[in-house]
């Protein structure tokens, strides 16, 4: 079975995962802050926009695959 649907979802979930994390670096780097938010409200919005997208990125895209498995999706 080829999946042809569900990777490129996946690609840019990656691309947009990559952005979120590369913020939320340049961020820490700036304030040299390496562990928590140090109290910085942007900050703390920048790890909890990673921090969601890890979390509902995976859910997504395994119950993407699911139904494309199932043949659900349209090709």
Known sequence: MTFTVTPIYALAAAIIYMVLWMRVTAKR?????????GGDADLLLRIRQHGNCAEWTSFVLILMILAEGMGGLLH
Request: net charge negative; proline share 0%; no cysteine.
């Open 29 to 37: 780097g700036a304030m040299g802050q390496s562990i928590g938010d």
